[in-house]
């Protein structure tokens, strides 16, 4: 009902990158900040897509390439499937250097998450 | 590699739900870790789902059964499998009272998944 337009939490390449949504425990989320909301958690709902995520996101230097990551048991090409769906759904930016492309994790997107899950004091 | 077992975060209808996993920017996940986390993303992963959570998580007094959470344009069958499916997930505890189900957040696993997105301070 309201005519605010939502902000893109989603700007590949940008450094300002505006948070979507409230926390979900304050008030029903509308529509269009479902839609954005949930296209980020899709993102990490795959189990092999979650553990290249948090390989790139703990890599030294907070940035990883596809040579850099190799274990965790499927082939580079599905690595650098996954990392792209990460890159699209705005939680990763990428740079080519030389022969690689770099992963690197978008802060300001995994904050706007974390503050979605943030839970408001009990209701009695 | 670890022989440590993978601790339950999904312990429905329980008050001590254990928190699975590191944040994501700790270290890379474990296939386990993964399996867990994955699981619960997914089940925000869905813009209709994650409406029906945030109606439930903000809705007086913490809770909501079905005949409280109308106006997100699926029929009340369609919201009684989301309702369902986010209990699966560890994400909401039911309860029966008289003819209705009453919803509630497991505010337990949403710190779990807050401290998951946790970023950690820039490695340079």
């Known amino acids: 009902m309201s ?18 949504c409230p926390p979900l425990t304050e008030r029903p ?7 954005t909301a949930a296209r980020m958690f899709k993102a990490l709902g ?6 290249l995520f948090s390989a790139v996101a703990s ?5 990883a390439c596809v040579c850099d990551i190799s274990d965790v ?11 792209k769906k990460l890159k699209e759904a705005g939680l990763l930016t990428s740079e080519r250097r030389g022969t690689w ?12 998450m974390g503050r979605l899950l943030t839970v408001a004091p009990a209701a009695t």
Chains 1, 2 share one sequence.
């Open 3 to 20: 005519n605010t337009k939502v902000l893109p939490l989603i700007a590949p390449e940008s450094d300002a990158v505006a948070p979507c």
């Open 29 to 35: 989320f509308t529509a269009e900040e479902a839609e």
């Open 46 to 51: 795959d189990p092999v897509r979650l553990r």
């Open 59 to 63: 890599h030294e230097g907070g940035e």
């Open 73 to 83: 048991g499927v082939s580079q090409p599905t690595v650098s499937h996954h990392l």
């Open 101 to 112: 492309v770099y992963y690197r994790v978008e802060p300001s997107v995994l904050a706007a």
